[in-house]
């Protein structure tokens, strides 16, 4: 396992960790001063930014991109929404290889209409076949993009709204199903925050292997959570055993950054973004 | 499948979704005014009330229990604090059985101290295994007490502070491995709130069978579920497509109970408890 606590050479840095602080050009500047060496920045973000001067900043600062956040949101009411979605996806696979990503994280998405608050229907296995279809078209697009897909299992507390993937036995079988010779271009992102209840992670990491395992993202899971999206604790400040999942991941081959992903409304966000950083550095170096 | 709709004879409610508005005796009272069959009272209510004056008006008033809420909360800090949780499960068995119950439901416990905010230890590995020495130790005094234990697999968002058993999956794992012989006196509590997104269930359901399925719980989830504990949704409002969920327990034989348990700080506790039951019939007829 390697040792984090000498530098922090494979950290990287969410951009949604200082969203509230900074636009992504300040980000990128930041982590720069910070000897942060990757990120993994959001769509809208990139948007604000504009795709080329992105691409330019993060190359001009040697940043490595440790993923592209993110495609998914297959499931749609109709064959029209689902087509849109779609499109949007392969915008995405187009964008994350301008920007020199890694992946692409694809949050799949749940029942349609469930963000609103207003499921058009309520059978999830119907969602989960539309996830299924949704990557599976989109496949065919990374594999001549050379662009591959992180299929993100998120917390099982957003099934409804986020993602009808909710462990990574689950994600595993999507990527068995679709792509059952490990080409490389289809695996997961591994958040310790979503998986790190589930009894069987250790035998599904085991399962995973390097081939699928193609991004390791950490935060803490805060033992009194306040809010089901944006509570997220820094490491060290909850109750997950990072090290130890990281070891197993680590076990596998795993050797590429560990991505810390917070959002938190009534912490993390209110700080300065400099403290922010400063405090993910440490916190990698000793509780990661 | 059997058909709710005509009435609510397998309607059971859960004490604590009008705890807000009466004590244990007005509850009673107001179900039998309700024509409600069964409850399933927790222990503070039933202490608040005394046991014999509980096990007084659940007779008189020809109730029937479909659980106890609830014994569990095995791991400790320390072998002592252990031991007192085990003889506080002795207890809860022996008033499960003055009260008539048919099972008493088990929530088994997390991270000790995670409850109160500060984790002991961070190992779930470690809960697990007290929480299935805990069992076994209870097993043993309830098979002599004939009183079934009814293991609740908690929604993953409760594994660091209330229930390290957070599938069906690992329920079932653990009743197999202490009950290999399916005597009856070990299975599940199965609460559609706990386990509607999990991919397996419907394949752990049938694995479970009639033996095993001790208990039928109900609810909805929000699909903008402002708090992790107090935000239960009655049946209809949320995202759980319930009777798909009663069919697959009702197809392996189940006959008992659908016992509504609502939590709800901001809705349903605010209401006049007549008005919540009165809900609670109606929906249970068309959305259960």
């Known amino acids: 396992m390697r040792d984090f606590s000498r530098d922090h050479r494979w950290l990287s840095i969410n951009t949604a960790t200082v969203r509230k602080q900074w636009k992504l050009a300040q980000i990128i500047e930041a982590c720069a001063r910070h000897d942060i060496r990757a990120i993994s920045p959001w769509r809208d973000q990139v948007a604000e930014c504009g795709l080329d001067q992105a691409a330019r900043l993060i190359r001009s600062h040697n940043l490595e ?13 109709d064959a029209k929404t689902r087509q849109a979605a779609l499109d949007d996806n392969y915008r995405a696979v187009d964008e994350a290889c301008k920007l020199g990503s890694s992946c692409l994280v694809l949050v799949v998405g ?47 507390m957003y099934a409804a709204d986020r993602a ?17 010779n490990r080409t490389g271009v289809l695996g997961v992102a591994l958040d310790v925050y979503h998986v790190w209840w589930d009894p069987k992670l250790r035998e599904q990491i085991e399962r995973a292997g390097k081939d699928r395992l193609l991004a390791f993202h950490v935060c803490d899971w805060l ?12 490491m060290g ?34 700080k300065p973004g400099d403290d922010v950083l400063a405090t993910c550095i440490e916190r990698h170096r000793s509780s990661v």
Chains 1, 2 share one sequence.
């Open 65 to 77: 991109l440790s993923g592209y956040c993110r495609g998914g949101m297959f499931p749609a009411a």
């Open 110 to 156: 749940g029942l349609p209409g469930a963000l609103d608050g207003k499921p058009v229907y309520k059978d999830i296995a119907r969602a989960r076949n539309e996830v299924h279809d949704g990557i599976a078209a989109l496949l065919d697009y990374a594999r001549k993009a050379k662009m591959p897909l992180a299929i993100e299992p998120l917390h099982p």
């Open 164 to 180: 009808c993937i909710n462990t990574l036995e689950h994600a595993l079988d999507v990527c068995d199903a679709l792509d059952p």
């Open 223 to 234: 033992p009194q959570t306040k809010d089901l999206l944006l509570d997220r604790g820094m």
């Open 237 to 270: 400040d909850g109750v997950i055993d990072i090290p130890r999942i990281r070891g197993w991941v680590e076990n596998q081959g795993y050797a590429g950054y560990s991505e810390v992903e917070i959002f938190s409304a009534a912490n993390w966000w209110t």
